[in-house]
């Protein structure tokens, strides 16, 4: 069983639709990530969080826009998606930051399908 | 440019024998190198860490070997079971945040 839960765990949407991903883990840990993942290619991380501020934005459009209302809970909220979208939504979370703080532990993902 | 690269795509081993599993790098500034498992429909699985101060790390029936002069690391699982079929990935941490993935290998154990 995992400790980051993700949901929905399939979404199909419209072009024009607005959906929110939603991740939520009880470790305690204060670091939290949004990767993608296309078919047969590793996950690209997308942003990192670190104790509710985003650290890192890896140039992602702002079709894409997250947020971290506290420290259980990652949002990944979805508005004019374009089909190349389609993807696995990966969160992960860790105790923070850093190396001493690895690793990451992933959730099972969102499976996201762009119509 | 790919900074973590697994090379092999597929690797087919016989149950009970070592898989040995390889990733290269090219970043000499990763400090901090894991190995993760996914099976279909699931998320990756932390299996085992080695930080590059180390050249060892061993947990259970899992090895991890760093040879920073090559940026080459393996994973070598002995003995092998079925229950190990997976892809398996290569990360490095880059700037104590950013996880860089390695394109996978898909390990199949063969009874």
């Known amino acids: 069983d995992t400790e980051v839960t993700q949901t929905p765990k399939h979404l199909v949407m419209g072009m024009t639709n607005k959906k929110s991903l939603k991740c939520e883990q009880h470790?305690?840990?204060?670091?939290m990530y949004w990767y993608k993942q296309k078919a047969k290619k590793p996950p690209e991380l997308m942003f990192v969080?670190?104790?509710?501020?985003?650290?890192i934005n890896e140039s992602v459009p702002s079709r894409f826009s997250p947020e971290c209302p506290n420290s259980s809970l990652l949002n990944l909220h979805l508005h004019a998606l374009q089909p190349e979208d389609s993807a696995l939504y990966l969160c992960?979370?860790?105790?923070?930051?850093?190396?001493?703080?690895?690793?990451?532990?992933f959730g099972d993902g969102t499976r996201l399908s762009i119509l | 440019d790919q900074q973590v690269k697994q090379n092999s795509p597929s690797l087919s081993v016989q149950e009970g024998r070592i898989s040995i599993l390889n990733c290269d790098y090219t970043?000499?500034?990763?400090?901090?190198f894991l190995w993760y498992k996914k099976y279909p429909a699931e998320g990756p699985t932390f299996l085992i860490s080695i930080s590059s101060i180390k050249d060892k790390n061993e947990d259970g029936r899992f090895t991890v070997f760093l040879n920073k002069s090559a940026k080459h690391l393996s994973l070598h699982i002995v003995p092998s079971q079925p229950g190990d079929s997976a892809v398996y990935f290569c990360?490095?941490?880059?700037?104590?945040?950013?996880?860089?993935f390695g394109q996978g290998t898909r390990l199949t154990i063969n009874p």
């Open positions: 969080y670190s104790y509710e501020k985003l650290s």
């Open positions: 470790m305690g840990h204060r670091a």
């Open positions: 970043n000499s500034m990763f400090d901090y």
């Open positions: 992960a979370s860790s105790r923070e930051t850093g190396f001493g703080a690895q690793p990451q532990h």
């Open positions: 990360a490095a941490i880059q700037g104590a945040q950013k996880l860089v």
